[in-house]
Nanobody, 115 residues
Framework: QVQVVESGGGLVQPGGSLRLSCAASGNIVSINAMGWYRQAPGKGRELVTSMGKDGNIRYADSVKGRFTIAKGSDKNTVYLQMNSLKPEDTAIYYC?????????WGQGTQVTVAS
């Protein structure tokens, strides 16, 4: 089993910044990808960004140029730097880890963008 723990959510004003952290632990042999999804009220879960083992990174069009995913010094940790936040970024953000062929999810962290 792999445990995934997120942190760093909160309330921020429009135009502000937040940094989310995600740490994976447990029975890890090979992490093939890590990334973030989000789910806004009344909407489905959508991909925000992902980073593959080869370093390939994808971003949703809605966050390109504002959000940045980066790997921590501990290879089992990733960060999501969110700048120029908008009210429509309000959602629960979930970190996922693809360990070999299995996906593991964190419990989610709430991000609220409001004045």
């Amino acid at each position: 089993q792999v445990q995934v723990v997120e942190s760093g959510g909160g309330l921020v004003q429009p135009g502000g910044s937040l940094r989310l952290s995600c740490a994976a632990s447990g029975n890890i042999v090979s992490i093939n990808a890590m990334g973030w999804y989000r789910q806004a009220p009344g909407k489905g879960r959508e991909l925000v960004t992902s980073m593959g083992k080869d370093g390939n990174i994808r971003y949703a069009d809605s966050v390109k140029g504002r959000f940045t995913i980066a790997k921590g010094s501990d290879k089992n940790t990733v960060y999501l730097q969110m700048n120029s936040l908008k009210p429509e970024d309000t959602a629960i953000y979930y970190c996922y880890v693809r360990e070999r062929l299995d996906n593991y999810w964190g419990q989610g962290t709430q991000v609220t963008v409001a004045s």
